[in-house]
């Protein structure tokens, strides 16, 4: 049965994964390096040196025309009007009409009135539906270009990326600031440099021209930067607390009681989903997305486990994993909203296993200034 | 891939090595930590417990999945490695020596004619 492979999108870099004799698994309809040498050292190689991941497989969207910066200010949850300059990223969310969360993502501005739209692998295809909705029955003067395939997208992550990358591209990295984008020249073809990631480390993610993703990356893994697969991006980004969508949010879920309130602009403009999150803020919540850490190491807290407390069951886990940096497993999860202040002890069944753990404060993990 | 001659497998990659005081020791193939990649828990039977060939005798749970691991023949449990539990990356380090995960007393050693020689578990794994 080799159909499932066939079917399976390849990223540009793909051959560059072979090469390295990285394990590939099907994601989100991707064949994508699971791992290279082993998730763990690679998560180290990212918290103490640097790293480079392909992204390619995440939704990438041109937005543009003189409609394009309200139709983005409509469908995501960020203020892009104001304080928005050219070169300036913003991280939000997609809602739905009832503020459940399509999908998380950043919007980049390019230009006067072009943006950049990333989404998630996974919800790709139902984002760019989205917003091409939104374009064609309120926001005519506008044009949405998938360019996932045009253009990869590398991130290359840790404390000594921002080093490497400069002396790699000839190029001041350190002068784009955190959550800006910046276009910068390379062996005569140009390149978008973010500085932003998905790890809780210092960093940049790399958008060139597909032609020349595989020159960007192996001139990186030449520079010694370690190549990392999606198994190392789970846990950093868990050890950061940055939610994972179709894990720890997804269209049943309040952007309130994912704790992403502040990546809202909820006075003044609106945004789809707006009003809903506006009301069920005057409500008492029910609920609210923690974290957590085991009383020890043992069995890995996963999605869908039950949190409990004598009384039965409380909430549920979303993520959970080994934590290299806290040395136990931690984990996300919503738990009724009486049993989340920060040092209570709960339970968690996982198998036939009962594991004690403490809700602790997000994120897990922040890195050294 | 390494897979010594100095002992049997199973189907289910685990490795079983007959010591010189008669006991034996059970742990899993170099082909199956890598596989499974990180370890992070090992769950394994009570020293004491009674178990028959191919029964459940615990879990093995890498950063990505959780696997069952099964007793290659029916023993005894006289010791769990203890090191291995509370440093799980040992399996993945040195999955036969240091990376032993129980000593058995075989109950009925002629269940060892049923298991792979290391040139027919070379076979299933390549």
Known sequence: MKLMETSLLKTPLFAAHT??????????????????????????AVRNHVGVFDVSHMGRFLVEGVDSRELLNWVHSADLNISMPIGRARYGVFCNETGGIIDDGVVYRLGENKFLVVANASNSDKVLEWITQWRNSSYPQSSIANITQ?????????????????SIFNYDISGIKPFRIREVGFQNQ?????????T??????????????ITI????????????????RDVLRLEAGL???????????????????????????????SESIKSFMKNPYLRKLVGFKTSSRGPVPRPHCLITTEEGPVGEVSSGGYSPSLDTNIGLGYVRYADTQIGHKLNVVVRDHSVGIEIVDLPFYKRQL | MNVPEDRKYSKDHEWIALDDDGTAKVGV????????????FIELPSVGSNLSQFDKMGEIESVKAVSDLYVPASVEVLAVNEEVLSSPEILNEDPYERGWLIKVRLK???????????????????
């Open chain 1, 19 to 44: 090469k390295l004799n990285s394990r590939l698994v099907p994601f989100a309809g991707w064949s994508m390096p699971v791992q290279y040498k082993g998730a763990l050292s690679e998560v180290s």
């Open chain 1, 150 to 166: 045009n253009v990869s997208m590398i991130a290359m992550q840790g404390p000594k990326a921002i080093q490497s990358a400069s």
């Open chain 1, 190 to 198: 140009s390149l978008w440099i973010a500085r932003t990631g998905y």
């Open chain 1, 200 to 213: 809780g480390e210092d960093g940049i993610e790399i958008m060139p021209d597909s032609s020349q993703s």
């Open chain 1, 217 to 232: 990356w192996e001139a990186l893994i030449d520079h010694g930067v370690v190549p990392c697969g999606l198994a190392a």
């Open chain 1, 243 to 273: 939610l994972l969508h179709g894990n720890d949010i997804d269209e049943n879920t309040n952007p309130i009681e994912a704790g992403l309130q502040k990546f809202l602009t909820l006075e003044g403009s609106h945004f789809c989903g």
């Open chain 2, 29 to 40: 193939s170099d082909f199956a930590q890598e596989q499974l990649g990180d370890v992070v």
């Open chain 2, 108 to 126: 009925n050693p002629e269940e060892l004619e049923s298991l792979l020689n290391p040139d027919s578990y070379i076979n299933i794994i390549s």
